[in-house]
């Protein structure tokens, strides 16, 4: 490719190009190599799949407790009984995929996470059939004990990790690393033009938001060399030493080297953490960290500064789920500069923060809400079909008393016509016998007269009864 066709691809976006090079790949059998797509896996992970799957399909037996009078309708999974119904299913099904890993989950949960196997069950019922807003909102209770437990267990590597923090479920990585830079300029963090460290290589589309007109921050580069294998230089990790930077934004392991930022850099960024830079902000993309040994997070090694965002897309092959988390440990940076806001900045805040649970507020029903509504529904169907049934019963009244109608009309053309015939056959019989009268009496006039017969009068009387 020429220069200048080359230099016009620098224009375009990481995605923009990934969507030139795909375009060349279908145009150019032998350039195939050149389609990346989107990092998607060529894999998935089945044994979970089919784990989930039963879980649906036991959350939907227990739909189908209630309401067993209506087609297509269910209630809510009923808790009373709940374990012991699982355990039948489990019984039931013993032998089919997904079974054993459905069991030994809950009771993992149970015995490790101390969650109540009851307690577990109606909430992933629940979250499975997918009936309620989830609340709270930002991530179901024991969905996150169980994340943070995963989470413990890989990004620590053994490493004492034992800070309790939040997790928020999201849309994917991606969208994690979007929410997170729109919050921390929304809390006034982060502003336009600050400067931020990017650490290179990095996934390709982070490239684009520090750029974006919302933003637009100086950004620092702190690459890895290809020569070091891929590691980060002392030199360029002591970039963060600068009291500009005010956020290092990395992913760990890079993208697309896929080498994890070995131990004694994670360290050597701890201290400059710990003894210069109390107030950075670093925000690491660990998306790759579960697929690496002995990996040990930012997130982990310096808890109070760190935002950590996994995604569930790559390890287990599920990037159509859209399966993320952003961690944040209590007590943190962050939390501390929120503080320290100026009183202007902290009073608009918590105006947004006002306006935000009136929207919330509005927008949740209660589960008593939503049961009395529900009842409202069932009542009105009941009513409805209650009507229908009233007005089928009419109508078959009706149909009979009409069929009894049709019969008696039908029976009186039928004799109306035969009344006719008989009719004209005694006119018939008048006009002779007043033929044959006339020669045997005197005066012919006093014999009475033969009235005409009405011949339109007797059809109209006949022919209905010939249609019939
Ligand atoms: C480092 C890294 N982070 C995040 C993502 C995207 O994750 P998600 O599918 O959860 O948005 C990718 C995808 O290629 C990636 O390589």
Redesign the pocket.
């Known amino acids: 490719m020429e220069t200048k066709e080359l230099m016009k691809y620098d224009q375009l976006s990481p995605f923009e190009v990934k969507d030139k090079l795909i375009e060349l790949a279908k145009s150019h059998h032998e350039r195939m190599m050149l389609d990346a797509g989107?990092?998607n896996p060529n894999w998935v992970t089945t044994t979970p799949r089919h784990g989930f799957f039963q879980l649906g399909l036991f959350a939907l037996s227990e739909a189908e407790r209630s309401f067993t009078d209506m087609a297509h309708f269910g209630g809510y999974t009923q808790p009373e009984g709940l374990k012991a119904r699982f355990d039948q299913f489990v019984r039931d099904h013993a032998g089919t995929a997904g079974i054993d890993f459905l069991k030994q989950g809950v009771d993992y949960a149970e015995k490790a996470l101390g969650i109540p196997s009851a307690d577990l069950l109606l909430q992933f019922c629940d979250a499975i059939i997918g009936n309620h807003y989830p609340v709270p909102d930002r991530m179901l209770k024991h969905c996150e004990t169980i994340c943070a437990a995963y989470i413990r267990k890989e990004f620590g590597a053994g490493r004492p990790f034992d800070r309790p923090f939040d997790l928020y479920a999201t849309e994917?990585?991606?969208?994690a690393m979007t929410y997170v830079f729109q919050t921390l300029k929304e809390n006034k963090i982060l502003n336009v033009g600050d400067t931020i460290a990017v650490g290179s290589p990095i996934?390709t589309p982070y490239l684009e938001i520090p750029r974006l007109n919302d933003y637009r921050f100086v950004e620092v580069e702190i690459a890895a060399s290809e020569e070091e294998s891929w590691q980060i230089p002392d030199s360029e990790i002591d970039k963060l030493l600068d009291p500009k930077v005010k956020a290092f934004f990395v992913?760990n392991p890079s993208?697309p080297p896929s080498v994890k930022i070995q131990d004694a850099t994670i360290d050597r960024i701890a201290q400059i953490v710990k003894s210069k830079r109390p107030d950075l902000i670093i925000l690491t993309?660990d998306?790759?960290g579960t697929f690496t040994q002995g990996f040990v997070s930012l997130f982990a090694a310096i808890p109070d500064n760190t935002i950590g965002v996994y995604?569930w897309?790559?390890y287990f092959g599920a990037?159509g789920w859209r399966l993320?988390i952003i961690a944040l440990c209590e007590g943190n940076v962050l939390d501390r500069m929120l503080a320290q806001l100026p009183q202007a900045d902290k009073d608009r805040l918590a105006e947004r923060e006002m306006s935000l649970k009136a929207i919330n507020t509005a927008l949740a029903d209660t589960p008593a809400n939503v049961l009395k509504k529900l009842n409202a529904l069932k009542k009105q169907k009941q009513t409805e079909a209650d009507a229908r049934r009233q007005v089928e019963s009419a109508l078959n009244t009706l149909r009979a008393e009409k069929r009894q109608q049709d019969q008696k009309l039908s029976d009186v053309l039928r004799n109306g016509a035969s009344l006719v015939t008989r009719y004209r056959d005694l006119h018939a019989l008048s006009l002779k016998l007043h033929e044959q009268f006339q020669p045997l009496v005197e005066d012919a006039k006093s014999l009475p007269e033969i009235p005409e017969l009405d011949t339109s009068l007797l059809e109209a009387i006949e022919q209905p009864a010939e249609k019939k």
């Open positions: 989107r990092g994917g990585g991606t969208a996934f992913t993208n993309d998306v790759y995604s897309s790559k990037t993320g």
